[in-house]
């Protein structure tokens, strides 16, 4: 909330107040001109108060000036602020409370001799014309003025609006109960191609095996051929996930022991096939490649 800033708020006008003081242009062009935060902030307190009786404490502030100009309307100069509410003043505006301004003054500044704005008041005690009587502040130097309205708008920066927007999807099409979960780190180019290489060398055992027992059996008698079984398809490929490097690694590792497992099985397969000479076919007629068994 302390970035929040209010558009231009009308807090003063020339002219007499209801207990007949005046607030004179040359006062409102003076708060305009002399206003600096770097020399003076002038703070934003309920009912002009410093200090809570009731709490036996001093009072929150409920917030700070950050501009001040002044402008011609309608034939009186006219004093504009911009606040910089805190939550104290946002949850009484929200309630509908404290929604008039006044001004505090300070006619001989730091001596001098000019008014500055030292402070600014909310409150919910306007007379029935909208107006109070010009008040004195505790330390009966600041004047006070009467009240105004006090209707905030305000400005947003950039990141404001994307923070606001993000709170209002989320509450109108968020889920009633957010899980955290906890980022896992995507596989990397070293870690998919030692997966590739693992598929391929366990693709390529099987494919040997395959042709290996293929022509083996077809050269034996037709009654002892067995009928092949047909070639499994492929398993489809899921879509890619992000994985965490515990799961790559047993993948890998699985992998890895099914690859050994068919390269051992195809050698014992061709050391079984050399240990009976006398069974394999006569070479010398047919077309047999005796280079498929060696």
């Known amino acids: 909330m302390g970035m929040l800033k209010t558009e231009w708020i009308r807090v003063a006008t020339e ?5 007949g003081r005046t607030i004179t242009k040359e006062w409102i062009d003076q708060m305009a001109e002399t206003y600096n935060t770097d020399e003076y902030v002038g703070l934003i307190w309920p009912e002009h108060r410093r200090f809570n009786w009731f709490e036996g404490k001093e009072e929150d502030n409920w917030g700070e000036v950050v501009a001040v100009k002044s402008e ?4 009186k100069q006219r004093l504009f602020v911009q606040l910089r509410p805190n939550s104290h003043l946002l949850l ?3 309630k509908q409370q404290k929604l008039f301004t006044s001004i505090e003054i300070d006619p001989d500044f730091c001596s001098t001799g000019k008014c500055y704005l030292v402070g600014l ?3 919910d005690r306007p007379a029935s014309t909208g107006t109070t009587k010009l008040q004195f502040s505790a330390n009966k130097s600041h004047e006070v003025t009467a009240l105004y309205p006090l209707e905030m708008e305000f400005q947003y920066t950039e990141q404001q609006q994307k923070k606001l927007f993000n709170r209002l999807f989320s509450s109108l099409f968020g889920s009633e109960k957010e899980t955290s979960t906890k980022d896992e780190a995507p596989m990397n180019k ?4 030692a997966l590739t290489d693992s598929i391929e060398a366990l693709t390529l055992g099987q494919a040997t095996l395959q042709e290996t027992l293929t022509q083996h059996f077809a050269q034996q008698p037709p009654a002892q051929t067995p009928t092949p079984e047909p070639t499994p398809e492929p398993t489809p490929q899921p879509e890619a996930e992000t994985v965490s490097p515990e799961q ?3 993948l890998v590792e699985s992998i890895n022991a099914m690859a050994q497992g068919t390269q051992d099985l195809q050698t014992k397969f061709s050391q079984l096939l050399q240990e009976a000479p006398h069974q394999r076919p006569d070479l010398s007629g047919g077309d047999f490649d005796a280079n498929t068994l060696v």
């Open 121 to 123: 008041a909310v409150t």
């Open 15 to 19: 002219g007499t107040t209801i207990d």
């Open 72 to 75: 011609m309307h309608s034939g």
């Open 190 to 193: 070293e870690q998919f191609a």
């Open 248 to 250: 790559f690694n047993q």
């Open 92 to 94: 009484a505006n929200e």
